[in-house]
């Protein structure tokens, strides 16, 4: 069985190529012309049994399937390619592909909406303050409880990083400021009480049914930059709330294939902050952990996947595996350390200089896709 992974440039796209070579399956990476080889991280792979490429002029959708051995798995990484294969139709007699409908990926991105529907399912949010007909955003500064987080409805849509898709407001000053700003790049901004805590991430496959088969819990102990950006050092957690709030959610959404949800709090009392409904950053955490997830997303595809029993189900993974993301762990040490945090300092270097935690681009002894990742973030060729 040949699985065919896009947007193979992305490090989190190295994830399901170790763990579905390490599971028997024939791996193509795959990626679109004018994207140069260097930033191909795949094709530097031992694991990389096959590449290919497609015209950027093309449908990707329907590009990456005529590219594609005819009959293969296509596991979609990137957004815009999710969204192709959702949108058309002219691939499915070549390759096999799990993905929802184009109402359903809009609403899983659209964070005012999930939060709604969340709170309409019993499932903890945080405070939500939605600006009333004729509310003036001085109004609302003086109703909303400080501190307070403002977010794009969907910032990904915009192109931003993950720390520049939210401000963070500790008066009505700045809050009105703020608001006003985002409001002209995108309408409606999401503004909700900011939780301390950790970030708590799940991720769930759901079969075309809306079904759970596989699901992986962690937690973000450290991230860079330090408040809101990707996670740099984490670690393997299990929650049966977790799993179930997901499982329920994603089952209302009618959503299909792989999504993160992202919460705040702790793996047992957390709070849903979004969904995002494709593979996510740290991924290699799963293959770190020896997760069956990337093998459960190519069983749903083909609808050889059993639905998971909530009140039963146990992890299919090592709870307790921690990973480290270079060199972004490094730097947020640093920046802890400049900030006058000496214990956090000490506790993440010593994670970071423990040769026993895993690095997130140089697992199952596979070093060259690491280091032409380092190599593209000095600038090298």
Known sequence: MNIVITDIRYKMALAPLWSLSQAGYQ??????DGVSREKCLGFYSKYCQQTIRWSPQEEPALAIAGASPTGSVVLPVGRETLRSFSRSAGWRDQVKVLVSPPEVLDRADDKAEVQRLAA????PTPETYVRRREETVEELSLRVRYPVILKYRDGES??????ERYRIAEGPSRFQTQYRAMEEVQNAPVVQDYLSGQDVGLAMIMDEQSRPV??????????????GGPTCLCRTVFSRPLVEYGARLLGALGFR????LDFKGTPDQPFLLEVNPRLWGSACLATAAGSTLYESWVKATLGQADPLDLSSCEPRY??????????HCVLAAGKALARGRVRDFCRDMKVILNPAVPQDGNLLGDKAPGRRHLRNLLGGS
């Open 120 to 123: 309409s399912l019993g499932i």
């Open 27 to 32: 791996v193509v990476c795959g990626e679109a």
């Open 214 to 227: 596989d699901f992986f819990c962690y937690v973000s102990q450290r991230e860079y930059p330090l408040s």
């Open 158 to 163: 915009l192109g931003l990083k993950s720390w």
């Open 318 to 327: 090592q709870v307790g595996q921690a990973m480290k993301v270079f060199p």
């Open 257 to 260: 294939g792989l999504a993160m």
